[in-house]
């Protein structure tokens, strides 16, 4: 029986690319990759000649149990999304469980994901996190902002930045001008900044600075019901 690796591969530097996923991608039989032609890049890089197919959300449904099959039937094979860890707000999900389904070892190496690096550099709270993912384009996004604006874990969010302003000023709707955020944006490339601050000056920021670029929001939680109360207490002693 073979085997489905996952294979992280950069989200932005391609020198972020470890030393096994280079190895394990020379060493497969085949090469799923969500855009081939973006893969092509990464591949020549490292001079991995190997067979590539196309893998993506599109054809995911059609092509996972045969994959599984293919795999089971004494094939090796990897995953790689553009950029990232697949199956992260990136295909991988079904072709994984039509793996496990069938019995077939999957094994996901380390690697890069957008959100690690955004979320450490954030400076706000990390030992306990949610992670959004893209919040929906139409039907339900305001009912989802509504409830994030209640969780008081620090919330991880992707975002196009065509979106990027639009959302800020969503959040700020419904949350307030003061709730803390950070926006990361080319995360590991050249142009790779992070704008801190509160709702509203983050906004201002990329009001007046045209948002280019791949972004991961990273949203302070709501502030618990106690510490605000302590908070007031603190301001009333004080005067």
Do not use: W
């Amino acid at each position: 029986m073979g085997k489905l690796y996952i294979v992280p591969t950069p989200v932005g530097n391609l020198e972020d690319m470890t030393f096994r996923a280079i190895k394990v991608l020379k060493e497969v039989d085949l090469i799923l990759a969500e855009d081939t032609r973006t893969s092509s890049v990464l591949l020549k890089h490292y001079d991995i000649q190997k067979p590539l197919s196309s893998h993506h959300k599109f054809n995911e449904h059609q092509t996972a149990v045969s994959v599984a099959q293919q795999i089971k039937a004494g094939k090796t094979i990897a995953l790689i999304s553009d950029a990232g860890t697949p199956a992260i707000s990136d295909p991988g999900y079904l072709l994984t469980k039509a793996c496990v389904e069938a019995g077939v070892t999957v094994e996901c190496l380390p690697g890069a994901t957008a959100f690690v690096p955004a979320l450490v550099d954030s400076g706000l709270p990390n030992n306990k996190f949610c992670f959004e993912g893209f919040l929906p384009q139409k039907k339900g996004r305001q009912t989802r902002i509504k409830e994030l604006a209640e969780e008081e874990r620090t919330t991880i969010i992707y975002e196009s930045p065509f979106r990027v302003v639009k959302t800020l000023q969503q959040f700020i709707e419904v949350m307030g001008e003061n709730r803390q955020i950070s926006v990361t944006r080319e995360i590991s490339k050249i142009h790779e900044e992070t704008v801190r601050g509160t709702l509203a000056e983050v906004k201002k920021h990329f009001e007046e600075v045209e948002p280019k670029g791949e972004f991961v929001m990273v949203l302070g939680g709501k502030e618990p019901e106690e510490k605000k109360k302590k908070k007031y207490q603190d301001s009333d002693d004080e005067e």
